[in-house]
Structures are given as structure tokens and as C-alpha cells.
């Protein structure tokens, strides 16, 4: 079956600007996270869905980061006024349950120039 | 504080030769314990898990790896290793304290294999 989806593949913006990035996760899984992989860096956590709520966002590492997962399946993550240390690579993952194994999308390679 | 370590940021072995990447924890509880490999432009896939029982875990590709509490410590091994296992492979770890599976990853080690 589909594995988890992730779009755009490549973003390149400028410093200022607005981004939204897109995680399509495994149908019925109910768990969604995202994670931040800066260069030469492990994945970092920035928030968990369960469902359509936020069940844990502590890894957002400012206010400028939001996401949302409104009907449950598709999540959005969006940055603010983009800063060029937001560059790196969004992964996301979702997983049957929050207690499953996590399938990771390809992942949005974000550049803030 | 809580952490995941991989000393090792870069290996390279030959192909055919044995394979082991380290992994340690410093957690108060036994976590659970994963490892993943990411190759160029992939994502993350999971090699192998563990929760609780045989502390030896096999894995696919040919990978197992081996809980040690009294080290806190999960590391990788291969006995032979191919070309095709070049990639980026990170530990990571799931305290054992419920409410979500967010995982901490390790910084990773690179793995070269030369022909």
C-alpha cells in the first residue's frame, strides 16, 4: 500500500516568508509526528497528533511554528516569517495507534535563503 | 540528562566484513529501542525494535542487535556487510513514560563500504 507521502519534495523561500508543508500519512493511521533534521543531525521531535488534536507540540521551538491535522488524516505544517535557520529537512511519520511503529515520509527539504 | 549516543560519526569497513554500530543510553528506565537507516534521498526505514524479552532482535537486511541493561547499550551488528548497506543509520529511543511515541534519535553514523 501507499507509504507516507510528503510534498513538496524541495522548498526554496526567502527570508520572511510564509511556508506550508504537507504530510499525507498511511490511510487509517490515527497517529501523526513531525520531526526536524538539521544537517548532520538526528531527527527532532516537534509535535504529535493523535487524531485531529495536538497531543504533545513541546518540540515546536517557537511561536512562529504551527500545525494542524483538521479532519484527521492530512497534517500542515507552517512556519512564519521564515528565519534561515529553519532550514533543514521536515520529516513526517505516522503510525496505527500511539504506540505503533512509525513510518516515515521522504521528507520536505526546506531552504531559507 | 536523557540522551541517546552514537560515538561513532563516521565507519567504513570492506564489503564482506562484519559490522558493528554503537548505540547507549542514559535514561532511568530501560526505553524502548529502535534503530532506523536512512539512505540518500529516502526516508527513514526501521531495521529492528525493542520492547521487552530476548535481548538479541533480529532485524531485516540481515541486521541484529543486542540489549545490554548493565551497559545501557543497543548496538548494531551484520556479520557481512554488502555495498548496498551504505547509508546513515541512526538509534533512537522511546522512554518508557507513555503518553506518545515521540522518538529521540541519536546523531547518527555514517556508514562507507568499500568494494
Known amino acids: 500500500g501507499a507509504g507516507v507521502s510528503q510534498t513538496p519534495s524541495n522548498k526554496v523561500t526567502e527570508k520572511g516568508k510564509y511556508v506550508e508543508l504537507r504530510c499525507d500519512p498511511i490511510?487509517?493511521?490515527?497517529?501523526l509526528y513531525w520531526y526536524r533534521q538539521s544537517l548532520g543531525q538526528g531527527p527532532e521531535f516537534l509535535i504529535y497528533?493523535?487524531?485531529?488534536?495536538?497531543?504533545?507540540d513541546s518540540g515546536l521551538p517557537n511561536d512562529r511554528f504551527f500545525a494542524v491535522r483538521p479532519e484527521g488524516s492530512v497534517s500542515t505544517l507552517k512556519i512564519q516569517r521564515t528565519e534561515r535557520g529553519d532550514s533543514a529537512v521536515y520529516l513526517c511519520?505516522?503510525?496505527?495507534?500511539?504506540?505503533?511503529?512509525?513510518?516515515f515520509g521522504p521528507g520536505t527539504r526546506l531552504t531559507v535563503l | 540528562a536523557q540522551s541517546v549516543t552514537q560515538p561513532d560519526i563516521h565507519i567504513t569497513v570492506s564489503e564482506g566484513a562484519s559490522l558493528e554500530l554503537r548505540c547507549n543510553y542514559s535514561?532511568?528506565?530501560?526505553?524502548?529501542l529502535f534503530w532506523y537507516v536512512q539512505s540518500p534521498g529516502q526516508g527513514l526505514q526501521l531495521l529492528l525494535k525493542?520492547?521487552?524479552?530476548?535481548?538479541l532482535v533480529q532485524g531485516i537486511k540481515g541486521f541484529e542487535a543486542e540489549f545490554k541493561r548493565s551497559q545501557s547499550s543497543f548496538n548494531l551488528r551484520k556479520p557481512s556487510v554488502h555495498w548496498s548497506d551504505a547509508a546513515e543509520y541512526f538509534c533512537?529511543?522511546?522512554?518508557?513514560?507513555?503518553?506518545?511515541?515521540?522518538?529521540?534519535f541519536g546523531t547518527g553514523t555514517q556508514l562507507k563500504v568499500e568494494l
Open positions: 511519520a505516522s503510525s496505527q495507534g500511539d504506540s505503533g511503529t512509525q513510518y
Open positions: 533512537a529511543v522511546v522512554p518508557f513514560t507513555g503518553g506518545g511515541n515521540k522518538l529521540t
Open positions: 535514561y532511568g528506565a530501560t526505553p524502548y
Open positions: 490511510s487509517g493511521h490515527t497517529a
Open positions: 497528533f493523535q487524531g485531529t488534536g495536538a497531543a504533545d
Open positions: 525493542y520492547f521487552s524479552g530476548d535481548t
